[in-house]
């Protein structure tokens, strides 16, 4: 759909002639694919902590939790833990 509009209009947004570059054109298709299963999977795990799982709504967002905190990084578990420097006025009471 993209396609067609931008080759009708006089200065597209994105080039048309770029669809006709394979690796584009696949990377796009790929990335589109990955993106409709991340939205399914965070539509689809809260209802299911809801309903099979018997939790509660604010207790069905815990599964996500770790990622939103990043522990998926490669160095997870690894790594030292360093404390972070706080400027001037930062953290005191």
Known sequence: MLYLIESRTSEPIVNPGLFKNRIFSV?????FLVSVGFFGAIMYLPLFVQCVLGDTATGSGSPWEDRARGSLSPW???APCFPLPL???QGEG
């Open 27 to 31: 990377s796009v298709v790929a990335t």
């Open 76 to 78: 997870e578990g690894r």
């Open 87 to 89: 400027g001037e006025g």
